[in-house]
């Protein structure tokens, strides 16, 4: 059976669909002309997704039952913080009462996983809390199933990269950071630090001017100069907020999967923050079967498949 695996980023659809280690389908679909379909102006979002969903299956002749969902994180909540080392059955609890401080709205309005990692030495546990609202998980929920899909899986977009160092076999330990920017696809950028693969800290950086709205395809390619400085501005917020979470856990180096014609100048960049840096190619991992893998949605700690 076919795998399908759909990404709703804050600009673009993305469906892709395999077949055993093989890439069928592949199709882009811009935001804005999902939320611009000729319907009536009042129809709600869901019946407009719904729509674009089945065109593209219909279009591109994508057979599935069964999807796995990858989302940015303007639809969840990821978080990180510490805990000291407690009892399994009583650290459920203390990280429910913990990511209180870190939710906007009720406990009770959202899906929730954690995993957390022990550091020996201090005995203390790094948390990595994820949430999601539950009336944004009812509403993709719902509109596949008005297509006749069940989602079997759920994954943050910016944990997806994180394969990528496995499928290119980079096996780095210690702290390093993942840089994930497509300035031709206009899609979000992502800054990820690890510690020995566990997730410290994670942050999307939106590289429009304004708040996060659909941009056009042409925008990022007329100007992707103006993106790379908000990406090197963004960055340097990103270190220096985590750098004051974590004064003693120096970052080693920087992977980035970024556009080859920009790399020279981003590392250049890195360079003068003291901060190796080094480049990841995006094609080979579309050889390597990233975009299969990522469709199958593996299970790992960062989903929230069980709570489907």
Same mark, same amino acid.
């Given at each position: 059976?076919?795998?399908?695996g759909v990404y709703?980023?804050?600009?673009?659809?993305n469906?892709?669909?395999?077949?055993?280690?093989k890439?069928?389908?592949?199709v882009?679909?811009?935001?804005?002309?999902a939320l611009?379909?000729?319907?009536?102006?009042?129809? #709600?979002?869901e019946?407009?997704?719904? /729509? @674009?969903?089945? *065109?593209t299956?219909?279009?591109?002749?994508?057979? =599935?039952k %069964?999807?796995?969902?990858?989302?940015?994180?303007?639809d969840?909540?990821?978080?990180?913080?510490?805990m000291?080392?407690l #009892?399994?059955?009583?650290?459920?609890? /203390? @990280?429910?009462f *913990?990511?209180?401080?870190?939710?906007?709205?009720? =406990?009770? %309005?959202?899906v929730?996983?954690?995993?957390?990692?022990?550091?020996r030495s201090?005995?203390?546990n790094?948390?990595?809390f994820?949430?999601?609202?539950?009336?944004?998980?009812e509403?993709?929920?719902?509109?596949?199933?008005?297509?006749?899909?069940?989602?079997?899986?759920?994954?943050?977009?910016?944990?997806s990269i994180?394969?990528?160092?496995?499928?290119?076999?980079?096996?780095?330990?210690?702290?390093?950071g993942?840089?994930?920017?497509?300035?031709?696809?206009?899609?979000?950028?992502?800054?990820?630090v690890?510690?020995?693969?566990?997730?410290?800290f994670?942050?999307?950086i939106?590289?429009?001017?304004?708040?996060?709205?659909?941009i056009e395809?042409?925008?990022?390619?007329?100007q992707p100069?103006?993106?790379?400085d908000?990406?090197?501005?963004?960055?340097?917020?990103?270190?220096?907020?985590?750098q004051?979470?974590?004064?003693?856990k120096?970052?080693?180096?920087?992977?980035?999967?970024?556009?080859?014609?920009?790399?020279?100048?981003?590392?250049?960049?890195?360079?003068?923050?003291?901060?190796?840096?080094?480049?990841?190619?995006?094609?080979?991992?579309?050889?390597?079967?990233?975009?299969?893998?990522?469709?199958?949605?593996?299970?790992t700690?960062?989903?929230?498949?069980e709570?489907l």
């Open positions: 059976m076919n795998k399908l709703f980023g804050p600009n673009f659809i469906f892709t669909e395999t077949k055993g280690k890439l069928i389908n592949n882009q679909v811009p935001f804005f002309e611009d379909i000729e319907l009536e102006e009042k129809v #709600p979002l019946i407009k997704l719904v /729509a @674009v969903i089945n *065109e299956l219909r279009t591109n002749k994508m057979e =599935a %069964e999807v796995s969902l990858v989302l940015s994180g303007r969840l909540i990821i978080r990180s913080f510490e000291p080392d #009892p399994k059955e009583e650290l459920v609890n /203390a @990280v429910r *913990e990511a209180k401080k870190y939710i906007p709205f009720k =406990a009770e %309005e959202i929730s996983d954690f995993q957390a990692q022990i550091e201090s005995r203390i790094n948390i990595l994820m949430g999601l609202k539950k009336d944004i998980l509403r993709y929920l719902n509109v596949f199933k008005q297509v006749n899909i069940k989602v079997r899986r759920l994954e943050y977009s910016g944990f994180i394969r990528g160092l496995k499928l290119l076999r980079v096996k780095e330990s210690g702290i390093i993942i840089l994930s920017a497509d300035f031709f696809g206009g899609d979000d950028a992502n800054f990820i690890l510690e020995n693969g566990f997730p410290l994670s942050r999307d939106n590289l429009a001017s304004g708040p996060t709205v659909p395809r042409d925008d990022f390619q007329a100069e103006a993106f790379l908000k990406l090197k501005s963004e960055m340097r917020i990103s270190l220096d907020y985590y004051r979470k974590f004064p003693d120096r970052i080693q180096r920087v992977f980035s999967f970024v556009n080859h014609d920009y790399y020279q100048e981003l590392e250049s960049y890195m360079s003068e923050l003291s901060i190796s840096s080094k480049l990841l190619d995006f094609n080979k991992l579309i050889d390597m079967d990233l975009i299969e893998r990522k469709a199958k949605g593996k299970a700690y960062y989903q929230l498949k709570k």
